[in-house]
């Protein structure tokens, strides 16, 4: 054990010893120097031990890597923030917007401006997670179009075809709503990348990924699917203990009909680590667009009831959330990242030199877990945040 990470690492072995996972993966890089802590078994009463390359349903943890491929895309000119998202979403031409969130699904007006990339990357473009108890939460709903922890089912083009079906419930670029639009954009990059790489039939998002991301990188456990004789079990907490929510041989072993970055997403601790090390380093993607996909990108009025979701002193950049003030104590401003709800958590905190990377196998019930128990020893044994803004290491 590393003795400036010694608290750390026993942390996670302690929730794997309280039973809370059967195991715990973590990846750390603290000025440059990086280390690996792997604790418990990939299944409840199995031999077979978690490592740093151990393939994890990522969850919303995919959502920076979106962003990270889209703002590859446009370093090499193919999209551009401010394009029209209907050059390829025909179906997002003509939106029309509800009168009110919690109106009748005919109660609507045209949209006063065009759906955008920016506003996809941004998750302004007009839909998301809602109060449920409205008609649109409803049909949004009874159409698939939230996934959970599941991944969905849909062909992209139906999903498209769901989503052009219904209104907006608020005008473009006006609020922040979870969610949707990663997906959403998860099927503007594969539409243009198909164009791009001269590709027909299934959409190519697993080819985009690894043309721009996982081979410059090196990723070996990075795509929309895993091994099943290394994927963990997925599981769930019950009132009984924990039950299985997915098994190894599951959903996310299997290509799937809808590639997507906002939950469909499998990687390692390893991987990932890596990945953001790149975005630290500036050596994935030009160093001014990774600051604006880095950078808080919402309007105080956009960020309105996004405090419940994000926390207070969080907002969000380019599919990625940012630390705008204070908020929780093992944080600064300008650390950036995010949770997944398969139990999934990777932030990088630049005033610390600091990037860390949690991967679980058990599905977070509660959307106020912060992962406390692994950010503040982290954080306490990497010293107190500096004044450095640039690069985490």
Same mark, same amino acid.
């Given at each position: 054990?590393?003795?400036?990470?010694?608290?750390?690492?026993?942390?996670?072995?302690?929730?794997?010893?309280?039973? $809370? @996972? +059967?195991?715990?993966?973590?990846?750390?890089?603290?000025? /440059?120097?990086?280390?690996?802590?792997?604790? =418990?078994?990939?299944?409840?009463?199995?031999?077979?031990?978690?490592?740093?390359?151990?393939?994890?349903?990522?969850?919303?943890?995919?959502?920076?890597?979106?962003?990270?491929?889209?703002?590859?895309?446009?370093?090499?000119?193919?999209?551009?923030?401010?394009?029209?998202?209907?050059?390829?979403?025909?179906?997002?031409?003509?939106?029309?917007?509800?009168?009110?969130?919690?109106?009748?699904?005919?109660?609507?007006?045209?949209?006063?401006?065009?759906?955008?990339?920016?506003?996809?990357?941004? %998750? &302004?473009?007009?839909?998301?997670?809602?109060?449920?108890? &409205? +008609?649109?939460?409803?049909?949004?709903?009874? @159409? /698939?179009?939230?996934?959970?922890?599941?991944?969905?089912?849909?062909?992209?083009?139906?999903?498209?075809?769901?989503?052009?079906? %219904?209104? !907006?419930?608020?005008?473009?670029?006006?609020? *922040?709503?979870?969610?949707?639009?990663?997906?959403?954009?998860?099927?503007? %990059?594969?539409?243009?990348?198909?164009?791009?790489?001269?590709?027909?039939?299934?959409?190519?998002?697993?080819?985009?990924?690894?043309?721009?991301?996982?081979?410059?990188?090196?990723?070996?456990?990075?795509?929309?699917?895993?091994?099943? @004789?290394? !994927?963990?079990?997925?599981?769930?907490?019950?009132?009984?203990?924990?039950?299985?929510?997915?098994? #190894?041989?599951?959903?996310?072993?299997?290509?799937?009909?809808?590639?997507?970055?906002?939950? /469909?997403?499998?990687?390692?601790?390893?991987?990932?680590?890596?990945?953001?090390?790149?975005?630290?380093?500036?050596?994935?993607? +030009?160093?001014?667009?990774?600051?604006?996909?880095?950078?808080?990108?919402?309007?105080?009025?956009?960020?309105?009831?996004?405090?419940?979701? !994000? =926390?207070?002193?969080?907002? *969000?950049?380019?599919?990625?959330?940012?630390?705008?003030?204070? @908020?929780?104590?093992?944080?600064? #401003?300008?650390?950036?990242?995010?949770?997944?709800?398969?139990?999934?958590?990777?932030?990088?905190?630049?005033?610390?030199?600091?990037?860390?990377? %949690?991967?679980?196998?058990?599905?977070?019930?509660?959307?106020?877990?912060?992962?406390? $128990?692994? $950010?503040?020893?982290?954080?306490?044994?990497? /010293?107190?945040?500096?004044?450095?803004?640039?690069?985490?290491?």
């Amino acid at each position: 054990m590393s003795s400036r990470f010694e608290a750390v690492w026993r942390a996670v072995q302690e929730k794997v010893d309280s039973g $809370w @996972a +059967p195991g715990i993966v973590a990846g750390v890089r603290h000025r /440059g120097t990086t280390e690996y802590f792997a604790a =418990g078994v990939r299944t409840l009463g199995g031999p077979e031990p978690m490592q740093a390359g151990t393939p994890f349903r990522m969850a919303s943890l995919g959502k920076p890597m979106g962003g990270a491929l889209a703002v590859a895309m446009m370093a090499d000119g193919t999209l551009a923030p401010d394009d029209p998202a209907d050059m390829w979403l025909p179906e997002l031409a003509f939106p029309h917007v509800l009168t009110s969130p919690d109106a009748p699904l005919d109660s609507t007006v045209a949209a006063e401006h065009e759906i955008t990339v920016r506003q996809l990357l941004t %998750l &302004t473009h007009g839909m998301g997670y809602m109060d449920p108890d &409205t +008609p649109l939460a409803h049909a949004m709903d009874a @159409a /698939g179009l939230f996934p959970g922890a599941r991944r969905h089912t849909l062909h992209p083009d139906e999903y498209m075809a769901r989503v052009g079906g %219904l209104p !907006l419930a608020h005008q473009p670029g006006t609020r *922040w709503s979870y969610h949707v639009g990663s997906d959403i954009l998860s099927v503007l %990059l594969a539409r243009a990348g198909r164009a791009l790489l001269a590709r027909a039939g299934r959409a190519p998002l697993g080819q985009l990924l690894q043309e721009y991301i996982g081979t410059p990188l090196g990723l070996s456990a990075t795509a929309f699917y895993g091994d099943p @004789a290394e !994927l963990p079990t997925a599981y769930e907490p019950t009132s009984e203990g924990l039950a299985v929510f997915d098994e #190894p041989s599951g959903q996310f072993s299997q290509q799937p009909e809808f590639e997507s970055f906002g939950g /469909g997403l499998v990687s390692s601790v390893a991987d990932y680590l890596t990945f953001l090390a790149a975005l630290a380093d500036d050596s994935l993607l +030009p160093a001014e667009l990774r600051a604006e996909m880095t950078r808080d990108q919402l309007t105080e009025a956009q960020k309105g009831g996004s405090e419940e979701l !994000l =926390g207070p002193g969080m907002s *969000w950049g380019w599919q990625v959330s940012v630390q705008t003030g204070e @908020a929780d104590p093992w944080g600064a #401003p300008g650390r950036f990242g995010w949770m997944g709800g398969s139990g999934t958590t990777a932030f990088v905190d630049p005033s610390r030199e600091l990037i860390g990377v %949690l991967c679980t196998q058990r599905i977070i019930m509660d959307a106020y877990d912060d992962f406390s $128990w692994f $950010w503040g020893p982290l954080a306490k044994a990497a /010293g107190p945040a500096g004044t450095r803004a640039g690069q985490a290491g």
